[in-house]
DNA sequence: CACCAGGAATGTA
DNA sequence: TACATTCATGGT
């Protein structure tokens, strides 16, 4: 397992996950990049921080329309609007809170629009917290590296949780490797 | 033109 | 439990 995060590594470089500013940008990203390219996010968050509505008030504050507009380049953005402003409000309730890992999971999955990969990767690379972030090129991974299949979400997660060491930086950088792999993969698999 | 991206909720059987 | 549908923009 080691030996292969090693493999990655020396093959696509370091990858520095994840790209913000401040860890409620993390959020605000998690939920923006849903099905949608990180491409198209960015732009949303390019909109959010040129109109100086990058921080949790103004979030709350901004009428739901105007924030559909600023988002709109990240597609769904109807949902995606009422998902950023329950987000922030869980966010304010729990981000200097003293709950275990597992509770605040369940803090996260509490809310209406964050399902298990969102709420693994704030998890992960907003609150530092040893959770590995499991997405489709993670299953593909699995299936392709090590001939394993999981149907279960979790089942994956505890997989790599159980074969690595409890070390949230080796989650981050493992995690964005497994997306650079899975987009080399998918690019050289069509053809 | 079709297809999909760093998903999740809802409904059906 | 296992699929199907809906949400929606922008890149290739």
């Known amino acids: ?73 990240s597609g769904f953005y109807r949902q995606k609007a009422e998902r950023l402003k329950l987000a922030t409000k869980k966010w304010l309730e729990i981000k200097n809170s003293k709950l275990e890992t597992t509770e605040l999971r369940e803090e996260w999955l509490s809310v209406k629009g ?10 992960l690379y907003a609150m530092d917290r040893p959770v590995f972030v499991i997405d489709a090129y993670t299953r ?14 979790d089942d994956c997660r505890r997989f790599f949780e159980n074969a690595l060491p409890k070390d949230v930086e080796l989650y981050k950088e493992y995690h964005a490797l497994i997306v650079a792999w899975g987009k080399e993969f998918r690019s050289r698999e069509g053809p």
């Open 114 to 123: 964050i399902g298990k990969e969102t709420a693994d990767s704030i998890l």
């Open 140 to 153: 593909r991974f699995c299936k392709e590296m090590m001939d394993k299949e999981f149907k279960e979400y």
């Open 1 to 73: 397992m080691l030996a292969l995060y090693r493999k990655l590594l020396k093959r696509y470089g370091k990858q520095g996950w994840w790209p913000a500013d401040s860890r409620y940008e993390v959020v605000i990203g998690a939920v923006l990049t849903q099905n949608t390219n990180w491409k198209n996010a960015e732009k949303a968050l390019a909109n959010l921080r040129e109109r100086n509505v990058l921080d949790e008030e103004s979030i709350l504050k901004i009428p739901i329309g105007e924030l559909e507009e600023l988002i709109r380049p």
